[in-house]
């Protein structure tokens, strides 16, 4: 069926920027929005970004806005996540989902297993 798989979480210093990836083995890759959630130890699940299938439409959440930017690219079944100015406020594990465009979980039908991102001070 779906899976997807997170890569590029690492360490990086605040101010730095890094990207993450998320690659899908779906073939119906296209047909579905692609969701990047985060959840830091201790603290649930947040939203991050989404974008719809054919990538037309973007949301993020406040607390990223202007720093984060999701995009995909349907030929390589892969979307993408290009932070910068990270804090460690943005330390957690990075999911990847695919379902209807939306920003909550519920919106959401399959999952990555994650990717740690860890910013240092």
């Known amino acids: 069926q779906v899976q997807l798989v997170e890569s590029g979480g690492g360490l990086v210093q605040a101010g730095g920027s890094l990207r993450l990836s998320c690659a899908s083995s779906?073939?119906?890759?296209?047909?579905?929005?692609l969701g990047w959630f985060r959840q830091a130890p201790g603290k649930e699940r947040k939203f991050v970004a989404a974008?719809?299938?054919?990538?037309?439409?973007?949301s993020y959440a406040d607390s990223v806005k202007g720093r984060f930017t999701i995009s995909r690219d349907n030929a390589k079944n892969t979307a993408y996540l290009q932070m910068s100015s990270l804090t460690p406020g943005d330390t957690a594990v990075y999911y990847c989902?695919?379902?209807?465009?939306?920003?909550?979980?519920?919106?959401?039908?399959?999952w990555g297993q994650g990717t740690q991102v860890t910013v240092s001070s």
């Open positions: 989902a695919l379902g209807p465009y939306g920003t909550s979980e519920d919106d959401y039908s399959y």
């Open positions: 779906g073939r119906t890759f296209s047909i579905y929005a």
């Open positions: 974008i719809s299938g054919t990538g037309a439409r973007t």
